[in-house]
């Protein structure tokens, strides 16, 4: 894969396809809302970063996942992996 | 004095109906669920016919978050356990979670669910492979899922004893609310009917290989030729009957009595276990078997098994000397489901005086059962035994008693 940005909506729908959601579901700004508070658990992120990594073709390490505890801290941490410095 | 345990909450997802009442009234209209598989394409095995709980719909009853990681037993057990809960009109909220826990049984784990990310793994590499594998396949599941789901964080666990786990469970529960936890969720559903399971259930030898629903299950019938399998189950709520009758609670029925065996190694010539098992279970109640107002079977539908059956029942009730029946030859046999089914069916029948019957079997007369059969039986009824051997020699058997008027 050659994306050049990954989105919140990517994040989103790969979030739904991943772990699913329950009745609000993603809507609304969730950007800097915890991920424990938008009720996604641990392996559910684990799932999450599986999936973009095989879409994006990256790498995540396991302490990005720990660490990258928001929407916002997520797709900070996949983008830099997307576009690495030169 | 041990503490009584009653069932307070019944919740049924079985092949002959989804929910206790349509169940009820398919089992006492002698209606079945038994027919060609449609959960995957069994065209090239040699058994062809399963009984599939019919119209479930996981959407219906569980969350978006819930889905990716349950499999289909899981699902069923989700809902069957609320509807067990709403029975029993329990709200796991209002109380404290450490009085509250669940046992449940499980034959196979999540098959379908393992199978698909198995194949993911083999096929596509394991990073393909779903974060919910690590704990969606695994035997305690349910109860897992169940006890997450209600904030239950008493004791839990899962028995794994193939047929005869679903009676292990419940006895587990009864145990652990006498040490003090008033309230435990038990039961058991299973449902591996994807092609591995086939498979599993297929090496043990004993599916039926017929073709239509009415010949393929004929438990204690000179032309049994094997079982058809099936999935689903029930959950019930078993309560301290103390506590039941502070609350006010509408009680089903005790959990009596239970008594469990092993068989000897085969060739030993030592007796199998189930009649032991019974006179255990017996004697765990209270009860003489003239007080014994129905059997229900095991029905393994392999003439040694029927034979072995019949004759453990005979040794304690003496020929033809109880009223036997198989409402399973409605549904297949459900694995660990079976047993916590034929529990739910007995409490069901004690509340209403009529036995219900096996379907399309013509009772061998060699083996002296009294088997009701034709249609329901109107009987006086105050105390049932259910029988489930597991595959591998396991036998128990657990008395229900009705509740005081």
């Known amino acids: 894969m050659n994306a050049t940005e990954f989105t919140l909506s990517d994040l989103k729908r790969i979030l739904l396809e991943s772990a699913g959601a329950d009745g609000a579901g993603l809507d609304g700004d969730i950007l800097d809302s915890r991920f424990e508070e938008l009720g996604y658990e641990s392996l559910a992120l684990l799932e999450t970063g599986s999936r973009i990594e095989r879409e994006y073709g990256i790498v995540l390490d396991d302490s990005v996942l720990g660490e990258a505890d928001t929407p916002r801290a997520l797709l900070r941490a996949v983008n830099s992996r997307l576009a690495p410095a030169a | ?405």
């Open chain 2, 1 to 405: 004095m041990s503490t009584p345990v009653v069932v307070t909450g019944l919740g049924v997802a079985a092949p002959n109906g989804l929910g206790t009442r349509a169940f009820w009234e398919a089992t006492l209209a002698g209606r079945g669920g038994i027919g060609p598989v449609s959960r995957f394409d069994a065209t090239g095995y040699p058994a062809r016919l399963a009984g599939e709980v019919p119209g479930f719909v996981a959407e219906d009853h569980l969350s978006g978050r819930l889905l990716p990681q349950t499999d289909r037993m899981t699902r069923l057990a989700l809902a069957a356990a609320d509807w067990a809960l709403a029975d029993a009109g329990v709200d796991p909220a209002e109380r404290p979670p450490s009085d509250m826990g669940v046992v449940t049984a499980s034959a196979s784990g999540g098959f379908e669910f393992g199978q698909r990310e198995l194949r993911n793994l083999w096929s596509k590499g394991g990073r393909h492979v779903s974060a919910y594998q690590s704990f969606a396949w695994f035997y305690a599941v349910n109860s897992g899922q169940v006890s997450i789901r209600h904030g239950m964080k008493g004791p839990s666990g899962v028995l794994v004893a193939d047929q005869a786990g679903g009676l292990d469970a419940v006895a587990q529960a009864r145990r652990l609310i006498r040490k003090g936890t008033p309230l435990i969720v038990s039961g058991a559903v299973d449902a591996s009917l994807c092609p591995w399971g086939w498979v599993a259930q297929s090496a043990s030898g004993r599916l039926s290989t017929a073709g239509v629903p009415e010949r393929a299950y004929l438990p204690f019938d000179a032309r049994a030729q094997g079982h058809v399998p099936g999935e689903g189950g029930a959950m019930l709520v078993l309560e301290d009957a103390g506590a039941a009758r502070r609350r006010g609670a509408t009680v089903y029925g005790e959990i009596a009595g239970y008594g469990a065996t092993t068989d000897p190694r085969p060739g030993g010539g030592r007796p199998p276990g189930l009649r032991k098992a019974i006179e255990l279970a017996l004697a765990d109640a209270g009860l003489v078997p003239a007080e014994v107002d129905v059997v229900l079977a095991d029905a393994a539908a392999d003439p040694g098994l029927d034979r072995a059956e019949a004759e453990a029942i005979a040794a304690v009730f003496g020929p033809r000397g109880v009223p036997v029946t198989a409402p399973k030859t409605m549904t297949g046999r459900l694995c660990s489901g079976a047993g916590p089914l034929d529990l739910g069916t007995a409490l069901l029948a004690l509340g209403e005086q009529l036995i219900p019957p096996t379907v399309h079997v013509e009772a061998d007369p060699a083996l002296a059962l009294d088997l009701v059969t034709g249609g329901p039986r109107p009987a006086r009824l105050r105390t049932a035994l259910v029988l489930a051997r597991g595959h591998g020699g396991f036998n128990s058997a657990m008395a229900v008693r009705a509740a005081a008027p």
